[in-house]
């Protein structure tokens, strides 16, 4: 069962901040929301995760809205080395790393 | 640079041909993934081992062998496969299997498999 909802694709300009959005819920109290992204023919790359708080790290933000149903992964200014695609995953603390489909983010200069 | 090693990158093999692929970590981590990344398919989790011991095999076909001689080595021994085995193997790390850091995965960048 997917427990996210993710776009297909996005296109966002250069230099411009890039908001990839990810619907889940029916995420339970103690599932956290994961985001990694995959550049063409490289392995999956960890960004950031949270519980319930707005987290910011040196790659991105996540912001979950206060029902935790939904979330918005934000690179406040993407660069071309930023297409890639992004996952969105929903998980608990004892679960596996489950990846879905993600959303295929094209920067263009 | 992940601090997670896989070798080869890339590997041709007929179905009868045994070969092994390699991945090692140096981040002092103490689980180790393999995940299969068939095209147009989302990433699937094949086999997980924790402090060399394996926790999860996901019904994978014995045709694949995981190996784990210590928390910092992995190997997937393959014998005769199947075309439709072609896919990106890909090895990660994490400091644990439950808990927040769980989530942590550090990934290769994936051996390239082609089954003639």
């Known amino acids: 069962d997917a427990k996210t909802t993710q776009p297909t694709s996005m296109d966002c300009a250069e230099g411009r901040a890039a908001n990839l959005p990810c619907n889940h819920s029916?995420?339970?109290?103690?599932?956290?929301v994961y985001w990694y992204r995959q550049i063409h023919s490289q392995g999956p790359q960890y960004i950031i995760h949270?519980?319930?708080n707005n987290e910011t790290n040196e790659m991105a933000s996540l912001i979950i809205t206060e029902d935790r149903k939904s979330s918005t992964l934000i690179l406040p200014h993407a660069t071309l080395r930023d297409t890639a695609v992004y996952y969105c995953i929903v998980r608990a603390l004892t679960d596996k790393l489950i990846f879905g489909t993600g959303t295929r983010l094209q920067v263009f200069p | 640079e992940t601090g997670v090693t896989q070798t080869p990158r890339h590997l041709v093999m007929g179905m009868t041909n045994k070969k092994s692929l390699k991945c090692e970590q140096h981040l002092g981590h103490n689980a180790m993934y393999w995940y299969k990344q068939s095209a147009k398919k989302p990433l699937e989790l094949m086999f997980v081992?924790?402090?060399?011991?394996?926790?999860e095999n996901n019904s994978v076909p014995s045709r694949f062998s995981p190996e784990c001689p210590n928390s910092s080595h992995l190997f997937l021994h393959l014998h005769t496969l199947q075309p439709e085995d072609s896919a990106l193997y890909l090895c990660a790390s994490s400091q644990e299997t439950s808990g927040s850091r769980a989530g942590e995965l550090f990934f290769g960048e994936g051996s390239r498999l082609t089954v003639l």
């Open positions: 081992y924790n402090f060399k011991e394996q926790t």
């Open positions: 949270g519980l319930k």
């Open positions: 029916t995420i339970s109290g103690n599932e956290y």
